[in-house]
């Protein structure tokens, strides 16, 4: 079974700090997809990693893929109140079904 | 540009009672469908996908059904609903090829009292 462990499960932390969270599996995903959703609402795509080392900026934050496709994190630097909000991250099973498996989240507080 | 509509936002039905969500994919073709089911704050749990019409998956054994009567309609459904039921309720959709990248609906708050 592929799962998808996210740490931590909460932070909460200071306007102004950085923070990393992490996404990790023993097996290998062809992709994998970050979301962040807010209160209420739907996940909103933030960004998809594909080749393995693979980086990717988006303004404040910062994804990277694992050498292995196994990994991925997501930092964050200078954290605004509106980064606030539960951060998934999702692996693409490259198998014939083709279905993401979803890590538990992280649910950030970035306190002003 | 692509659109889902997820509907309704909340939900409050009594023990036993049917219950059908129902929610509408627009701009896009054969798209594949999902419904997630959510606990407060946490990981989606994948209910149901289908890739086409009348093409339905079921991934955990539940009290709940779904059904795709078009391409772009996709509708969650109980005959009678049990406590255990609440939740919220995503509606997705992802490109059949791909990196499978979903797009999702508002939401449904679902209460069953």
């Known amino acids: 079974t592929q799962l998808l462990e996210q740490s931590p499960q909460f932070l909460s932390i200071q306007e102004g700090e950085n923070l990393t969270v992490y996404c990790n599996s023993s097996?290998?995903?062809?992709?994998l997809q970050w979301y962040r959703q807010e209160p209420g609402e739907g996940p909103v795509l933030l960004v998809t990693v594909v080749t393995g080392g693979e980086v990717k900026k988006l303004k404040r934050l910062t994804f990277q893929f694992g050498d292995a496709r196994k990994d991925s994190s997501l930092h964050i630097t200078a954290a605004q109140p509106g980064d606030t909000g539960l951060y998934l991250c999702a692996g693409l099973n490259a198998g014939n079904n083709r279905k993401l498996i979803w890590g538990l989240g992280t649910s950030l507080a970035v306190n002003p | 540009s692509q659109t889902i509509h997820q509907w309704p936002a909340t939900l409050v039905q009594p023990v036993g009672s049917p219950l059908s969500l129902e929610c509408t994919v627009e701009?896009?073709?054969?798209?594949?469908l999902y419904w997630y089911r959510q606990a407060a704050g946490r990981g989606l749990q994948l209910l149901f996908y289908s890739i086409g019409i009348d093409q339905i998956s079921s991934e955990v054994p539940q009290n709940l059904s779904a059904s795709r009567p078009q391409d772009r309609q996709f509708i969650l459904s109980s005959k009678k609903l049990l406590l255990s039921d609440s939740g919220f309720y995503l509606c997705a959709w992802s490109v059949l090829a791909g990196n499978t990248e979903a797009f999702f609906g508002q939401g449904t708050r679902l209460t069953v009292v």
């Open positions: 097996s290998v995903f062809s992709s």
């Open positions: 701009g896009t073709s054969n798209p594949n």
